[in-house]
Nanobody
C-alpha cells in the first residue's frame, strides 16, 4: 500500500493550490481517504475526508469549509483543491487511508499515511 502526496509550495494569501495523493496497492474505491495537516508546534488536524465511492460523502473541518474541496478520480488519486488560502493554512499536509468506507477527521482513525507535502502561505 502506498500513498504519495504532492503539490505543496509557496503561495500568497488568497491564492490557490491543488494537492494530489496518488495511491496504489489497495482497492481505492472501497475506502475513505483523508487529508490532514500539521503546523509547527501543533497537533495533526483533520482537514477533509472523502468516503468510499459507494457512499460518496465529503467532510471538512470548519475552518476550511467553502474554501477547500476534496475529490477522487478513476486514476486512484485524491485531490485537495485549496482556494482563498490564509496564513493559518501553512502546514505539512498528509493524505491517509482508513480501514473502512466511512469518513472521520480523527487522525487515529487512519492507519496508513503518505509522506507530507509542505504548504506555505506567506506574503
Amino acid at each position: 500500500v502506498q500513498l504519495q502526496a504532492s503539490g505543496g509550495g509557496l503561495v500568497q494569501p488568497g491564492g490557490s493550490l491543488r494537492l494530489s495523493c496518488v495511491t496504489s496497492g489497495f482497492n481505492f474505491d472501497y475506502y475513505a481517504i483523508g487529508w490532514f495537516r500539521q503546523a509547527p508546534g501543533k497537533e495533526r488536524e483533520g482537514v477533509a475526508c472523502i468516503s468510499s465511492s459507494a457512499d460518496d460523502n465529503t467532510y471538512y473541518t470548519e475552518s476550511v469549509k467553502g474554501r477547500f474541496t476534496i475529490s477522487r478520480d478513476s486514476a486512484k488519486t485524491v485531490y485537495l483543491q485549496m482556494n482563498s488560502l490564509k496564513l493559518e493554512d501553512t502546514a505539512v499536509y498528509y493524505c491517509a487511508v482508513r480501514a473502512g468506507r466511512l469518513c472521520s477527521l480523527r487522525h487515529d482513525a487512519f492507519g496508513l499515511w503518505g509522506q507530507g507535502t509542505l504548504v506555505t502561505v506567506s506574503s
